[in-house]
């Protein structure tokens, strides 16, 4: 099986900066796409930021121009840097990885982490 294990989220001041890093594990053949959703109370999950193998990058409109989405292929390993934080980016962040499994290298495999809460405050 896989285990994705996140770290870095915290409590911040607006306008502080963290960084969410999330290290995949298990019997992964490849690692696709990796990145971070988010979710607010009462409120859907929704993107944050995926990178693909090929490092092609896609934001969303929340943190576009605040936020880098990086990767570190030989470790399975994607990080968040998010600068400029506001109040309304606080929420449980969630990573998410689509991979595929030595077991079964043609079937990609979509799993979650457990999150990381990130609160900023005024």
């Known amino acids: 099986q896989v285990q994705l294990v996140e770290s870095g989220g915290g409590l911040v001041q607006a306008g502080g900066s963290l960084r969410l890093s999330c290290a995949a594990s298990g019997n992964i053949f490849r690692a696709n796409t990796m990145g971070w959703y988010r979710q607010a109370p009462g409120k859907q999950r929704e993107l944050v930021a995926v990178v693909e193998s090929g490092d092609r990058t896609n934001y969303g409109d929340s943190v576009k121009g605040r936020s880098t989405i990086s990767r570190d292929n030989a470790k399975n390993t994607v990080y968040l840097q998010m600068n400029s934080l506001k109040p309304e980016d606080t929420a449980v962040y969630y990573c998410?990885?689509?991979?595929?499994?030595?077991?079964?290298?043609?079937?990609?495999?979509?799993?979650w982490g457990q999150g990381t809460q990130v609160t900023v405050s005024s």
């Open positions: 998410n990885a689509v991979v595929t499994l030595y077991s079964s290298p043609s079937v990609p495999r979509i799993y």
